[in-house]
């Protein structure tokens, strides 16, 4: 079974930039896609940023401009470079990886914006 490792999370200043990764513990076969997810408190979890097996990416629009999603597909990681962050992006941040036929998610990481 895969296992997800999520690092890089961590407490950042308004306008501010953090780099999440998640490494996969081996070669993942089947990839339709992989993303980042968050939750905060008292809300839903929600999709920040998907790519697709083929290298299309999408976001949420809150962090459209801001955030990059990328893959190493040698190194089986995902990343999620952070900009310009603000106090609202702070969340758990999940890293969520979809095969046929089943999708794994990592532990999480906290992403706190505050000054």
């Known amino acids: 079974q895969v296992q997800l490792v999520e690092s890089g999370g961590g407490l950042v200043q308004p306008g501010g930039s953090l780099r999440l990764s998640c490494a996969a513990s081996?070669?993942?076969?089947?990839?339709?896609?992989m993303g980042w997810y968050r939750q905060a408190p008292g809300n839903q979890r929600e999709l920040v940023a998907i790519i697709t097996s083929g290298g299309t990416t999408n976001y949420a629009d809150s962090v459209k401009g801001r955030f990059t999603i990328s893959r190493d597909n040698a190194k089986n990681v995902v990343y999620l470079q952070m900009n310009s962050l603000k106090p609202e992006d702070t969340a758990v941040y999940y890293c969520?990886?979809?095969?046929?036929?089943?999708?794994?998610w990592g532990q999480g990481t906290q992403v706190t914006v505050s000054s």
């Open positions: 081996e070669k993942i076969f089947s990839l339709v896609a």
């Open positions: 969520n990886v979809r095969t046929i036929p089943r999708q794994y």
